[in-house]
């Protein structure tokens, strides 16, 4: 039985990020994240977040997916809330919120644009509708997304779209 949201991250873990495709090692729990409140600094942790390069050093880690996780029956808006703030910062492919019995899924879209809901289901529906989260949230599709829109970015502003010195992950 999960009552704590420790027991929602335990849950979703290593062995969702291994169900959709990333090997052991890059994944991370307690990610650590630097915000910038003007120049104030504010230290937080992303509760998950599958890593691109398991390899790395730990300051130069890509989160590709990150994952807010809170416990059941607790409503969805403050995570999102939450993950948000994260992913202005971390600049994941995508990111999820859930509470062990709803997850959410979005994919990030730097600037105006709204992020889209790539999947919104019960943990139930999710043995239903998988194919579909999968198709957004394995490794091969964060890969190639995030490879796409950096190359985008690039080629509208000469520039790469990776995490900034002045924040990001730490």
Same mark, same amino acid.
């Given at each position: 039985?999960?009552?704590?949201?420790?027991?929602? @991250?335990?849950?979703?873990?290593?062995?969702?990020?291994?169900?959709? !495709?990333? #090997?052991?090692?890059?994944? &991370?729990? !307690? /990610? +650590?994240?630097?915000?910038?409140?003007?120049?104030?600094?504010?230290? &937080?942790?992303?509760?998950?977040?599958?890593?691109?390069?398991?390899?790395?050093?730990?300051?130069?880690?890509?989160?590709? *997916?990150? *994952?807010?996780?809170?416990? +059941?029956? %607790?409503? /969805?808006?403050?995570?999102?809330?939450?993950?948000?703030?994260?992913?202005?910062?971390?600049? #994941?492919?995508?990111?999820?919120?859930?509470? !062990?019995?709803?997850?959410?899924?979005? /994919?990030?879209? +730097?600037?105006?644009? +709204?992020? #889209?809901?790539?999947?919104? &289901?019960?943990?139930?529906?999710?043995? *239903?509708?998988?194919?579909? *989260?999968?198709?957004?949230?394995?490794?091969?599709?964060?890969? @190639? /997304?995030?490879?796409?829109?950096? %190359?985008? &970015?690039?080629?509208?502003?000469?520039?790469?779209?990776? #995490?900034?010195?002045? !924040?990001?992950?730490?």
């Amino acid at each position: 039985m999960m009552a704590t949201g420790r027991d929602v @991250e335990c849950r979703f873990g290593s062995t969702s990020f291994h169900g959709v !495709g990333f #090997p052991d090692g890059q994944e &991370a729990i !307690g /990610l +650590p994240v630097t915000l910038w409140e003007g120049v104030h600094p504010r230290y &937080a942790e992303v509760d998950l977040a599958s890593i691109a390069d398991a390899d790395r050093a730990e300051e130069s880690r890509v989160a590709l *997916v990150i *994952v807010e996780c809170k416990a +059941p029956g %607790h409503e /969805l808006d403050g995570a999102l809330v939450q993950a948000r703030s994260y992913r202005e910062w971390v600049k #994941p492919v995508s990111y999820v919120v859930t509470n !062990g019995d709803l997850l959410r899924a979005y /994919l990030y879209r +730097p600037g105006p644009l +709204p992020d #889209p809901a790539v999947s919104i &289901a019960s943990w139930q529906e999710l043995e *239903v509708s998988f194919d579909e *989260v999968y198709r957004y949230l394995s490794l091969q599709a964060t890969l @190639e /997304l995030r490879d796409r829109t950096e %190359h985008i &970015a690039q080629s509208h502003m000469g520039q790469s779209t990776g #995490p900034s010195e002045a !924040g990001g992950v730490k």
